[in-house]
Nanobody, 124 residues
Framework: QVQLVESGGGLVQAGGSLRLSCAASGRTSSSAAMGWFRQAPGKEREFVAGISWGVLSTAYADSVKGRFTIARDNAKNTVFLQMNSLKIGDTAVYYC?????????????????WGQGTQVTVSS
């Protein structure tokens, strides 16, 4: 089992920045592929960013490329999502996800473990 706890969400004005963190604990949490997803009211959960273990390959949704950066600190079993130039359309609950195995994953059904989510609200 892998437990994930997100933090860092909040209210920010458009154009601002936030940094989300996801602390992982449990069995083999340091060797897991990690990702961030988000879900806005009335919409399906969507992929935001993912990072592999080891090689540290990354992938981003087109809507966040150039604005968001995913990174991980394996020594601390933590993954981060730096979000810059935030837009109102980025408002959502952001979820951290993990899966055993090193390879990059970009679909929700590829992840076996999920955090409880953290709210990000971008105002005008």
């Amino acid at each position: 089992q892998v437990q994930l706890v997100e933090s860092g969400g909040g209210l920010v004005q458009a154009g601002g920045s936030l940094r989300l963190s996801c602390a992982a604990s449990g069995r083999t949490s340091s060797s897991a592929a990690m990702g961030w997803f988000r879900q806005a009211p009335g919409k399906e959960r969507e992929f935001v960013a993912g990072i592999s273990w080891g090689v540290l390959s990354t992938a981003y949704a087109d809507s966040v490329k150039g604005r968001f950066t995913i990174a991980r600190d394996n020594a601390k079993n933590t993954v981060f999502l730096q979000m810059n130039s935030l837009k109102i359309g980025d408002t959502a609950v952001y979820y951290c996800a993990a899966d055993q195995g090193a390879g990059l994953r970009i679909r929700a059904d590829q992840y076996g473990y999920w955090g409880q989510g953290t709210q990000v609200t971008v105002s005008s």
